[in-house]
């Protein structure tokens, strides 16, 4: 189901209600970019570590922003059956008051998405509202001082017309009559509303659905009416449209729902920077705020890898492939949980949407309940009692917990509820190059890239050092380029090819030799005359 920003508010109390009574949710997000190319040398490396990843992370979440995000919320309504209401929120970064965002939009990922059918108008139209929580306190504060501004030059167009229509209308006006102001969006009617009472002292404003009523009214009337409760624009209400979606997130982190994703770090630092507060730049400090907000974790991808080594699968490449695969394993099992999707989020069980929000989360939910089935079964020897609990399921899942998947990179995942494990590669390789000058980083790269996978370091002049995170990868280089006319390649050893160590070494011996030297010349015996 798709909602947008005409419908939220409405869906908003339905939304609540579910997300309470879930047995776990699953989330999936889309964004204007994923990885960003300033500064350089910002894409994920295999000699990245998880701290070092985050960096990189971070600068690229503060640049993209989110255009859309699927919630499934799984029900265990009765027995194993689980009933999925899946959603579609198209999110568009508020523009109510001060604040006024500024993103940044990668091509290919536009063009990635657009090309499994995302509606960018839907996204610029119908975006559901957002801000963290110091957007949130900067807006509360400017409400307190009254020092409002309106930073959309939409906005302000609009709000120059309906002032210019209320101007002309008001010298003729007679007290208690009224006018009314059309085709205003939700944030428009509440700036629309505040301007004006803030310029004319004898007006009121009152919003009938999508229209905005103003009244002329005497200054003691009007005094009255700012101090009713009814007031529709008193801040704590201005406030709750301007956080829109945020205030569904709130909601899920009250719920402590277990959380479900697929590689779902960059998911959890969007969550953290558009919903919660500014990503911080401490990677532990980052860790610690995400197991607060959502305790239990499970990324998909960290229990699948596990699973794809332990049993007869295919090989797949996206979740849709591991989906699929999963579904062919003993479809015929009875205490297999059934998946249903509700009745007014159905669109799925009739049509495959990869690479949409609520898709997406909805394979992710339903990966994650196949997935803990398959280890039961393996842990009681296909033993499994009719209709086991979501509460078994998560007991033979206990060691993927908070296991967020780490792509390529030293660990296979990063740890939320502890530290994570020590970084274990493959050998370091390094290349000494002989009689081919001018050689570059890219073009080491390229010259391996038909063979197998490495990223490349510059060491110092003539000297490479390739990673891989295969161990087959480095042994068939150090086989294939053994008798190379240009390239001697070796594995890394630290003493032998740091130029730091060998810098040290160069110094001490010159320090050894004058040493010596002033040894000897100290030590000579002197001529006397």
């Keep these: 189901m798709e909602v947008g920003a005409a419908d939220f508010q409405r869906a908003l109390p339905r939304l609540r209600g579910r997300v309470r009574r879930a047995a776990f949710l699953a989330i999936d997000m889309e964004f204007t970019g994923l990885h960003s190319t300033f500064p350089q040398n ?47 929120f198209f999110l568009f970064p508020s523009t109510l008051g001060v604040t006024d965002v500024e993103f940044t939009l990668s091509a290919s990922s536009i063009q990635f998405l657009s090309h499994y059918g995302f509606d960018y108008n839907k996204f610029l139209k119908d975006g559901i509202p957002y801000m963290n929580e110091v957007q949130e306190k900067i807006l509360s504060q400017h409400l307190l001082e009254g020092s409002w501004k309106v930073s959309s030059a939409l906005d302000r167009d609009v709000l120059k017309k ?78 709750l449209s301007a956080r829109g979606f945020t205030n569904l997130f709130q909601t899920l982190v009250k719920a402590k729902k277990p959380l479900v994703g697929h590689n ?87 049509k495959k949407s990869p690479h949409e929000a609520g898709y997406d989360a909805f394979l992710c939910g339903s990966v994650l309940l196949k997935s803990a089935h398959l280890l039961l079964c393996r842990f009681t020897d296909d033993a499994v009692e009719a ?31 502890g530290e994570d494990a020590p970084c274990q590669h493959p050998p370091l390789l390094v290349v000494h190059v002989q009689g081919w000058p001018g050689l570059n980083e890219r073009q080491i790269y390229q010259e391996f890239k038909a063979l197998c996978r490495f990223d490349v370091r510059w060491l110092s002049k003539n000297q490479f050092i390739l990673l891989s995170n295969k ?24 003493w032998r090819h740091s130029p730091r160590v060998n810098c040290l070494l160069q110094v001490s011996s010159i320090v050894a030799l004058w040493s010596l030297l002033a040894f000897v010349l100290g030590g000579a015996p002197c001529c006397s005359f």
Excluded at 46 to 58: G, I, M, Q, T, W
Excluded at 66 to 86: D, P, R, W
Excluded at 189 to 206: G, S
Excluded at 387 to 415: C, H, M, W
């Design 162 to 239: 309906a002032i210019d229509e209320v101007t002309s209308w008001i010298g003729a006006a007679e007290e208690e009559e009224t006018m009314i102001l059309q085709d205003l969006s939700d944030s428009q009617m509440f700036e629309v509303q505040l301007v004006l009472r803030q310029a004319l002292p004898n007006v009121w404003t009152q919003p009938l659905g999508d229209k905005v009523m103003v009244k002329k009214v005497s200054p003691q009337h009007r005094q009255l009416l700012e101090n009713s409760p009814d007031d529709c624009c008193q801040k704590e209400l201005i406030l």
């Design 387 to 417: 209709d086991p609990s979501f509460s078994q399921y998560l007991t033979v899942l206990a060691e993927y917990l908070n296991k967020v998947n780490f792509i390529r990179g030293g660990v296979s995942s990063i740890n939320f509820c």
């Design 471 to 494: 161990f087959k990868h480095v042994r068939l280089v150090l086989r294939d380029y053994k008798h190379h006319p240009h390239l001697r390649i070796s594995v890394y050893r630290h």
């Design 264 to 350: 779902m770090l960059m998911d959890l630092m969007h969550l953290h920077d558009k919903f919660y507060k500014p990503l911080p730049e401490s990677y532990e400090e980052f860790k610690r705020n995400i197991h607060n907000l959502f305790p239990v974790l499970i990324d998909t991808k960290t229990v699948t890898k596990s699973i794809w080594k332990k049993c007869q699968f295919p090989p797949v490449s996206n979740l849709l492939e591991v989906y699929a695969a999963l579904c062919s394993k003993d479809p015929k099992d009875p205490t297999c949980p059934v998946i249903a999707l509700a009745s007014d989020c159905s669109k799925y069980a009739e």
């Design 42 to 88: 910002n894409q994920p490396s295999l000699f990245d570590s998880p701290a070092e990843r985050y960096l990189k992370a971070r600068q690229s979440v503060q640049r993209f922003t989110v255009t859309q995000l699927g919630l499934a919320i799984f029900s265990n309504e009765n027995s194993n059956k689980y009933v999925v209401h899946s959603y579609n």
